[in-house]
T-cell receptor
Framework: GAVVSQHPSRVICKSGTSVKIECRSL??????MFWYRQFPKQSLMLMAT?????????EQGVEKDKFLINHASLTLSTLTVTSAHPEDSSFYIC???????????FGPGTRLTVL | QQQVKQSPQSLIVQKGGIPIINCAYE??????FPWYQQFPGKGPALLIA?????SEKKEGRFTISFNKSAKQFSLHIMDSQPGDSATYFC???????????FGGGTRLMVKP
């Protein structure tokens, strides 16, 4: 139980295009989902907290107009990187809270490469 | 106040050894302390978590020791195996479902 999936697992796009990443809780309902980015050999950096049916809360320094988050249902949150540039290349990971003890479970991550 | 400091940054042990990873926190409002294991190119996986009402928790070969007065907690891996080679992150939050503050990570290598 407590499985979180992400799609796609990796994406390569041209500079200026937009990329959507999906995060799903497969066997539980997640009222809260989190989006992180991780650079090589570094820790996870929280980008935003997403609650179902409400606007996401972004961490300081994260551009909300560039990283659009939609949490339309209790099992799905999406992150859209708009007008992507090479500096947006990173490993994006989502997590969802759930399970008996309301713990955070992470997805497998999405590797974004912007050419 | 939100920082979690993790050490060492990297660790090499022989198979069967007991690597120990330490974390220290400042925010006394933290009351949930999980450890995550991450393999290259994968998302973190929850290993084990502890709350301040106990000083130790063991699950399989993984043990968390918690010192509330010192605001420190540590992960011990008993009988370590090469398959344990990964990056380990400690974290803390005010509640299991709340935002996690992560330590910087420890890259563990277990040599055969």
């Amino acid at each position: 139980g407590a499985v979180v999936s992400q799609h796609p697992s990796r994406v390569i796009c041209k500079s200026g295009t937009s990329v959507k990443i999906e995060c799903r809780s497969l066997d539980f309902q997640a009222t809260t989902m989190f989006w992180y980015r991780q650079f090589p050999k570094q820790s996870l950096m929280l980008m935003a907290t997403s609650n179902e049916g409400s606007k996401a809360t972004y961490e300081q320094g994260v551009e909300k107009d560039k990283f659009l988050i939609n949490h339309a249902s209790l099992t799905l949150s999406t992150l859209t990187v708009t007008s992507a540039h090479p500096e947006d290349s990173s490993f994006y990971i989502c997590s969802a809270t759930g399970g008996l003890y309301n713990e955070q479970f992470f997805g497998p991550g999405t590797r974004l490469t912007v050419l | 106040q939100q920082q979690v400091k993790q050490s060492p940054q990297s660790l090499i042990v022989q198979k069967g050894g007991i690597p120990i990873i330490n974390c220290a926190y400042e925010n006394t409002a933290f009351d949930y302390f999980p450890w995550y294991q991450q393999f290259p190119g994968k998302g973190p996986a929850l290993l084990i978590a502890i709350r301040p009402d106990v000083s130790e928790k063991k699950e399989g070969r993984f043990t968390i020791s918690f010192n509330k007065s010192a605001k420190q907690f540590s992960l011990h891996i008993m009988d370590s195996q090469p398959g344990d080679s990964a990056t380990y992150f400690c974290a803390a939050s005010g509640n299991a479902g709340n935002m996690l503050t992560f330590g910087g990570g420890t890259r563990l290598m277990v040599k055969p």
